[in-house]
């Protein structure tokens, strides 16, 4: 596989995300869609939440700055796709990491995205989409979390 396809080698299962994580996969592969009609509920229900237009506005901002300032084009696979890709699966991290509030390990993910001179303003983008993610999957129950 040459390195221009490696960021689209599957690496997992979108199901096996947690919902932050496969809420950021769900909307990177929507991001510059085509076809508007297509998309599922969640887009429909984010724009309805009080923050959801400054959430859409921010998932515009990452994309555009991956688009401009990425290492290279991200690789996505197609919305009803299962499988979960290198480049998808990094961008996922790297919204949760931002979301739960590990701003450097949302750092770290940031430069294998893009260009290390934009690595901050992406992180700090990471973390309001991750918190307008998190707000949309709602609460989480104490008990369904794992103590390490």
Do not use: Y
Request: with cysteine; charged share 25%; net charge negative.
């Amino acid at each position: 596989m040459s390195a221009r396809h490696r960021g689209g080698e599957v690496v997992g299962r979108v199901d096996d995300l947690a919902p932050v994580e496969a809420g950021a996969v769900l909307f990177l592969r929507l991001w510059g869609s085509s076809d508007r009609d297509a998309q599922p509920s969640d887009l429909s229900l984010m724009r309805e939440v009080d923050a959801g237009s400054r959430a859409l506005e921010t998932l515009e901002r990452i994309c555009s700055l991956c688009a401009q300032h990425g290492r290279r084009p991200l690789m996505r696979h197609s919305l009803g796709c299962d499988c979960l890709g290198a480049d998808e699966n990094f961008f996922a991290q790297m919204i949760g990491a931002a979301a739960d509030g590990g701003r450097e390990d949302a750092m770290m993910l940031a430069t294998l995205i893009v260009r290390p001179d934009f690595a901050p303003a992406l992180a700090a983008l990471s973390e309001e989409f991750g918190l307008a993610l998190k707000t949309l999957s709602g609460p989480v129950n104490p008990r369904d979390r794992v103590l390490h």
